[in-house]
């Protein structure tokens, strides 16, 4: 038996299996909004070739380290990395989840407000896109409103004056989105003006006074009226 040696490989360089993460690993966002996804790669041998994948299917073009998602449907994607090494290692990162909806949109009726002081006056939203359930908060003048957290909101104002009102709404992925703005929301006051002619501050027994009243409307100023009453003693006057 004649046994023989081969030549001896001391050039024998092992490296670590290579290893690949992509990052964020959840997010929720809205359709038309790009979000970049990057991955770190450990081991294997450099250079390393990248290819995307969105739920199983190859992304056409996302062959770098990072790759920017811009959804255009609503739903649920898996995001997902292979990462092949100079000596043909394939590894697969850890799958990231992306929740899409459509953006939220806000419209709040009436547009337009004409009202008296102690009137009432109820808003209403129409809310569309976003997942429900909603959470709503209402502002006027610019100051949330204390417990005008409905989808309706009734102003009782107690003073005349323009105000601002509109609304915000978040979804249950926490979007928040802000309604049109009401900014022309005009409360008006009806008020009286007694006059006395003559003007003093006492009459005497018998003395003729007038009573002049102004009616004041500033909502319609041709609503506006008078009443003229005059009286003669010999009684006390009151007003």
Known sequence: ????????????????????????????????????????????????????YSNST???????????FTPTTAGTYNIYLNVTD???ATVKSNIATAKVETPITVNITPTQVK??????QTFSSSVSG????????????????????ASTWTITPRSAGHYKVYLN???????????????????????????TDPTQSSYSRGQTVTFTVNVFNQLDPALGSSLTLTITGPGSYGY
């Open 169 to 195: 709404v978040t979804d249950s992925f926490n979007f928040r989105v802000q309604s049109n703005i009401v900014s022309n929301v005009l409360v008006c006051s009806v008020y009286l003006l007694l006059t």
């Open 58 to 68: 190859v992304v056409p073009g996302a062959i770098n380290a990072n790759w920017t």
């Open 1 to 52: 038996n004649t046994k023989v040696q081969s030549n001896i490989v001391t050039d024998i360089t092992v490296y670590p299996q290579p290893t690949a993460t992509i990052i964020p690993t959840s997010i929720n966002i809205t359709t038309g909004a790009p979000q970049t996804f990057s991955s770190t790669v450990t081991g294997g041998t450099t250079p390393y070739s990248y290819q995307w």
């Open 86 to 88: 100079n000596s043909a």
């Open 115 to 120: 009202m008296y002081v102690g009137q009432t």
């Open 130 to 149: 976003g997942t429900a359930p909603y959470s709503y908060q209402w502002y006027l003048n610019d100051t949330a409103v204390s417990g005008a957290t």
